[in-house]
């Protein structure tokens, strides 16, 4: 007895029909320069970008569109971006400036609370270094809420063209190699300090660590403490002996890679600030983990933990997860190397390899939870993988050329009060157990953002003559505003995906 045929054809089409490929989101389009850099930030509500021209642009991930642009490096192109929240007293308790002329009035107009608190954003500087041999500090907590505040309205913070904002901070570093900056940024333990002039940033850290290759040597590091300001540690790897298990002296090359983190002892939870580490990848392929050693005097150094060699190119891609476990680098060589930073066996540090089906990663990068991480490959493509075992999960195919970056939006942890290695152990335990995850199909068609709009820089304050007039448009605005601000918080929920590079677009993708 034979079987029927259309049983037979409809059971081989249900087990061999693929998977639809993913698509991206969205695309943003506004750039008219290759993409180096980008960053989600504010609770995943906004997006920066830097091109090779140096222009930075905000955009607004709700809304997809820029709000915000200006020509941060106009002598070189962008090399890396960073945002770094802060906490300082409110406005109506600080000594008016010349600037502050309606200061009373404001603080009695906003009783109630202002969106940023609503969708729980922080003040925000944004940090850009140039090939222009400058790190500039920006103060952009003014953008952010009036971009919130304007609930779903399309147009750009302001209309004015052609004028940059004044950078906050600004520090001469050394742009000549491929080396961008890493920085860390220690909070202070209050929730707000008083507020002080005395240093630019107005003491709102302990200290922001930015670390950057040497201008005397390449193969060296120096760490300044912007905060202070002062240079912290000067030529780190200038005495690149290693520990006992590799007395002789090692040849790394330029500095192409560099990675800040503290991490804490158990012994020392009770402490407010831990050991500070950096992590080093060198043009001859090597990878170095440095440790700051006990003050000699008052001299702060570093010493070698452990330095391993995996690639045969130089190291072109590094990252750090966010629990301090594991390192990752790429190079050219077609391999991808996982580090397990601590805990290392007779001075080598464990490491699993594998090999890549490209030869060429521009950018690694760990999601915040530590599940899984993506690379940016010199083909267009985006590889993205599970961090425990390596696996590949997905290659998202958009972008015809190269890419040169890609972030990842934080998503929201199982453990929300992780302190410490304590909180630290108990999720890595939660990563051991087999978990099923799959790519969800994108609703969102692809669309471009309009690329006429208006640049801006200043935000122009309400006129306080008109104050009542500003507080009934207010209030009919109202429930735009709380609607939109609910939108915006369950968009900054999704799990972000963001690549940019040589076509000038950034693509929005929404995976696992």
Sequence with gaps: MTSSPSLNTKHRNKTHTPLPAPIPSFIFRGHD?????????????????????????????????????????????????????????????????????????????????????????????????????????????????????????????????????????????????????????????TAIQEWSNDTPLGRTHWHIYVAVPSPTSATMIDVYDIVTPERTFASVG?????????????????????????????????????????????????????????????????????????????????????DHEYAISCSSDSLLVKYKLFGQLQGVPETTQIPLKTAGVAYANFRNDSRILALAGWDGKIRVFSVKTLKPLAVLKYHREGLYCLAFANVELKLKDRIENDAEAVANNQDDQDENISVPSS????????TNMPLGTTIDDDDDSQSSDVDSEESDDDSDLEDSLKNRAEWSRRHWLAAGGKENRISLWEIY
């Design 33 to 189: 320069a290759p993409i180096h850099s980008l960053e989600f930030f504010a609770s995943n509500a906004f997006l920066m970008t830097g091109d090779e021209l140096g222009w930075i642009c905000v955009w607004d991930i709700w809304k997809r569109r820029q709000v915000y642009k200006w020509h941060a490096h106009p002598s070189g192109s962008v090399l890396k971006l960073l945002a770094i929240p802060y906490r300082f007293k409110p406005e109506a308790s600080r000594s008016p400036t010349p600037n502050d002329t309606t200061i009373p009035k404001a603080a009695t107009a906003t009783q109630r609370k202002s969106p940023k608190q609503h969708l729980g954003l922080s003040n925000y500087y944004l940090v850009s270094h140039g090939r222009d041999y400058e790190i500039h500090v920006w103060d952009i907590s003014a953008i952010l809420n009036e971009s919130i505040r304007r609930g779903s309205s399309l147009s750009p913070v302001s209309s004015l063209p052609n004028q940059a904002p004044t950078p906050v901070f600004s520090l001469p570093v050394n742009s000549l190699n491929f080396c961008t900056m890493s920085i860390l940024a220690i909070e202070h333990p």
């Design 238 to 322: 200038s005495d690149n002996k290693v520990t006992p298990n590799h007395a002789q002296d090692k040849k790394w090359g330029a500095v192409m890679g560099i990675r800040l983190f503290q991490k804490k002892d158990r012994s020392d939870l009770v402490e407010s600030e831990g050991i500070l580490h950096m992590l080093a990848g060198y043009e001859d392929g090597s990878v170095t983990l440095f440790r700051e050693q006990a003050p000699a005097k008052s001299k702060r150094s570093m010493e070698v933990v452990w330095t391993i060699k995996c690639h045969r190119e130089p190291v072109m891609a590094m990252d750090i997860s966010s």
């Design 443 to 450: 609703s969102q068609s692809n669309q471009d953002t309009d």
